[in-house]
């Protein structure tokens, strides 16, 4: 069985100041784990994914996570927010254990920047 | 290159009536899979399919199914509609099923149930 925390369902922070999402899974194999955003009205769309390869995963628009198999996090961070970063963001696991790869989505951390 | 693309955009439905969804994958993809995303929530997985065959489901009623033709696009079915079907439907396609592989989602479709 796989399943995701998303410890914050809400985050604000200042323009240029840092980000920090944080995810916990549970997973009964080697996971996969993903970091979609969402804009509103919009589909989701990757930022990094950890295949078992280096902890430390660098993504898409300035953003990394990292892979902490004795904590069982993978927390979202960012040097520097900017207004666009503003966005639900969903921690994501699929483990090996599955059949095909059903992902298993968190509750969603909703990002708030302010100017 | 085409991304995942899903007909039609919005769709409103009252209850008891049926409903289909479109999905065309990413080119070169055969996997696609569908989630069901209620307001103010996550995506919960539906099911996936790979080579026409259903082959993983999630926690949903049999009112939910779906198709895939030879050319790897598919359709979602929802029979006798609720009003608690009202969400976005995604579908998502990947090249195999591995669960290293990435899934590549749609727009959605926006269902409203009346």
């Known amino acids: 069985a796989q399943s995701v925390t998303q410890l914050d369902s809400h985050v604000s922070v200042s323009e240029g100041t840092p980000v920090l999402l944080r995810c916990n899974y549970s997973?009964?194999?080697?996971?996969?784990l993903f970091w979609y955003v969402q804009h509103p009205n919009k589909g989701l769309q990757l930022l990094l994914k950890?295949?078992?390869?280096?902890?430390l995963v660098k993504g898409i628009n300035g953003f990394e996570a990292e892979f902490k198999k004795s904590e069982t996090s993978f927390h979202l961070t960012k040097p520097s927010a900017h207004m666009s970063d503003a966005a639900e963001y969903f921690c994501?696991?699929?483990?090996?254990?599955?059949?095909?790869?059903?992902?298993?989505f968190g509750g969603g951390t909703r990002l708030m920047v302010k100017p | 290159d085409a991304g995942v693309t899903q007909s039609p955009t919005h769709l409103i439905k009252t209850r008891g009536q049926q409903v289909t969804l479109r999905c065309s994958p990413k080119?070169?993809?055969?996997?696609v899979s569908w989630y069901q995303q209620a307001l103010g929530q996550g995506p919960q997985f539906i099911f996936q399919?790979?080579?026409?065959?259903?082959?993983q489901r999630g926690n949903f009623p049999d009112r939910f199914s779906g198709h895939q033709f030879p050319n790897y696009s598919s359709e979602l079915n929802v029979n006798a509609l609720l009003l608690g079907d009202s969400a976005l439907y995604l579908c998502?396609?990947?090249?195999?099923?591995?669960?290293?592989?990435?899934?590549?989602f749609g727009p959605g479709t926006r269902l409203l149930v009346l």
């Open positions: 080119s070169g993809h055969d996997t």
């Open positions: 998502a396609s990947s090249l195999g099923g591995g669960a290293v592989e990435t899934q590549y």
């Open positions: 997973s009964s194999y080697s996971p996969s």
């Open positions: 994501v696991v699929s483990d090996t254990g599955n059949a095909g790869n059903m992902l298993t």
């Open positions: 950890y295949t078992s390869a280096a902890t």
């Open positions: 399919y790979y080579e026409e065959e259903e082959r």
